[in-house]
Every structure is written in structure tokens, then in C-alpha cells.
């Protein structure tokens, strides 16, 4: 079954009301119609930090999305315990296993 040409207009449709193996027409979906998108974050450590607070809330389903780069490199994202400054855990604030140096620049990507 398939709805007309603008069949909807504006709303939403309720949770579980379609299947979960139907599909939707290749380019629907515009990134305006999505409630996430691409965000980044510029940090300015000061040496005596490991702990940073993203901008936006992230969705645990976008938690593999959270990337760190710090002087242009992409960092170890680990489940636990990060080891030092090279490693870091987390979602919406991310955690370095050490403070990250002032003179270091710190970016975060993710979507949210």
C-alpha cells in the first residue's frame, strides 16, 4: 500500500504504525525533514581538563558518531577506563583518561 502525492502535509506518524521492513522512495528524505544533523565543537583545553560538554545532547544511537581529533588526529574512542590523553569515552561529554595539554587543539564531531 502507498500513500498518494502529498497524502500528509505536516504531522508525524505514531510509533510502530509502520512495518519495520517498508521502505521509503529513494530521495524522500531531505536533511531538512531530519530532527539530527552534523555538529562540531572547538575546544580550547587549558591543561587542567579531561572532561568536555558537547553543545547538543547526543542519542545513544548516534554514540559511535562521536569522533575526537586533537591536533588534527583522530583519538581512540574506548568503552571504559581511557588510558591517557589519547583515549577517551563518552556521548555527550566526552572524557580523556588525561588532561588535555593548552597547547593542544581539541574538535569534536558528531551528530546530534
Known sequence: ???????????????G???ATATLADDIVSPAKLTFGARQDVFSPDGST????LNNEV???FDNFVLAYRNGLLQ???????SDDSEYRGTTTITFGSNINSSDALEVRYLA
Open 1 to 15: 500500500t502507498q500513500l498518494a502525492n502529498d497524502a500528509v502535509e505536516a504531522g508525524k506518524i505514531a510509533d
Open 17 to 19: 504504525a509502520v512495518d
Open 50 to 53: 579531561s572532561a568536555f560538554d
Open 59 to 61: 542519542d545513544s544511537i
Open 76 to 82: 581512540k574512542k574506548v568503552a571504559s577506563s581511557p
